[in-house]
């Protein structure tokens, strides 16, 4: 039996402490063992009580949540959750910080909100127990530079495929590794990556930076393109693929499933139903089990499947539980995934698959 997990919680707000305090709290296997108000007390109280996990607001006075991310991740890396607020400047902050090294992101609560930080104690949970292996699989690296707008593949000649990709806590570090070697003519590609709704916005834009494809949100009714990348807007909405003659993007209400909207298993159904042996499945690192059956309804249409192994996963759970089902044909390092899709996606000498 584990014990509790340990955090400290830094925010320059007392109330935004306590009412995180309070949530975390609330469940027997964790435990917050102090309390900071800036990144120079937060600072002494690492070094004091050794922590499991720290969650760390983006804004603070003296030094800001992402300097302060980065001395961590440099001196003592550990898992850190980042507290944003939804705003678009709170949501480029958060992903350079889950790009330095950050573990997962939470939006701050809005008016109205009647379960605040409800996917914290999960998320707490989950940091606690990658914390031991935290510093070999989270080394702090500089962010990439951005993609020259040209061809990064030049042999590369594009099929018939789409590709569909699935990825939660860890994602933003493993979908910009998987995408930056992506040529400026890669097949159709569609993702969800579970991100609050501010976020993805600029996660697309962030990716549209460093990748030679052009990546955006999707929007309902986007025809697929080669060159192009469609990342599943967070919110209200799943993201799935349609129309036979005209393959596009279409947001569809529904009901959460494995308690996320936009899902990896509404979109895996989709892109199974709709493109079946036409199509490459890839599942990376993430919590639970979202994304696991659909891309098990791709393999057994005639996908090709790849998930991500553990040692290279910030949370084994996702994969895992796809590898275990039968679902993963192939499981790699991260840094090869990105090679593979594109193996599998060329089109064929004699002509196109």
Do not use: W
């Not at 949540?65 to 890396?77: A, H, N, Q, V």
């Not at 127990?129 to 530079?145: E, G, L, Q």
């Not at 279409?250 to 308690?259: A, E, F, T, Y």
């Amino acid at each position: 039996m584990m014990a509790p997990a340990r955090v400290l919680v830094v925010d320059d707000s007392a109330t935004m402490r306590g009412m995180i305090t309070a949530v975390l709290n609330s469940d027997p296997d964790v435990n917050v063992i102090g309390q900071c108000s800036d990144a120079l007390e937060a600072r002494a109280k690492i070094k004091e009580l050794n922590p499991d996990v720290v969650t760390l607001d983006i804004e603070m006075p003296n030094m800001s949540g992402l300097e302060f991310l980065e001395k961590i991740m440099t001196l003592r890396p550990m898992p850190v959750i980042m507290v944003s607020s939804l705003t678009q400047r709170g949501a480029e902050a958060t992903i350079a910080a889950l790009e330095i090294g950050a573990f997962d992101c939470i939006g701050k609560p809005q008016p109205g909100d009647t379960r605040p930080f409800h996917e914290l104690i999960e998320k707490v949970k989950a940091a606690a127990k990658s914390a031991a292996a935290y510093k070999y699989i989270r080394k702090p690296v500089a962010p990439p530079a951005p993609a020259a707008n040209t061809n990064a593949a030049a042999d590369y000649r594009v099929g018939r495929k789409v590709v569909a990709i699935g990825s939660s806590t860890g994602g933003v570090e493993a979908l910009i590794e998987v995408l930056k070697n992506f040529p400026v003519n890669c097949p159709p590609t569609v993702i969800t990556q579970h991100m609050p709704a501010t976020f993805t916005k600029s996660f697309a834009e962030r990716l549209n930076r460093l990748c030679a494809p052009q990546v955006q949100e999707a929007t309902d009714g986007a025809r697929l393109e080669i060159g192009r990348i469609y990342l599943a807007p967070g919110g209200e909405r799943h993201l799935t693929i349609a129309n036979a003659h005209a393959p596009c993007c279409r947001l569809i209400d529904k009901d959460p499933v494995n308690g996320h909207r936009p899902s990896v298993d509404v979109l895996f159904d989709s892109v199974a139903e709709l493109a079946g042996r036409n199509a490459v499945g890839a599942i990376l690192t993430g919590m639970g089990r979202d994304g696991a059956s659909g891309l098990l309804k791709m393999r057994h249409a005639g996908a090709r499947t790849v998930g991500q192994n553990e040692k290279t996963c910030v949370v084994y759970g996702m994969p895992r539980v796809a590898f275990e089902l039968g679902a993963v044909e192939t499981q790699l390092p991260l840094g090869a995934i990105g090679e593979e899709i594109l193996k599998l996606t060329a089109a064929r000498k004699e002509g196109s698959d």
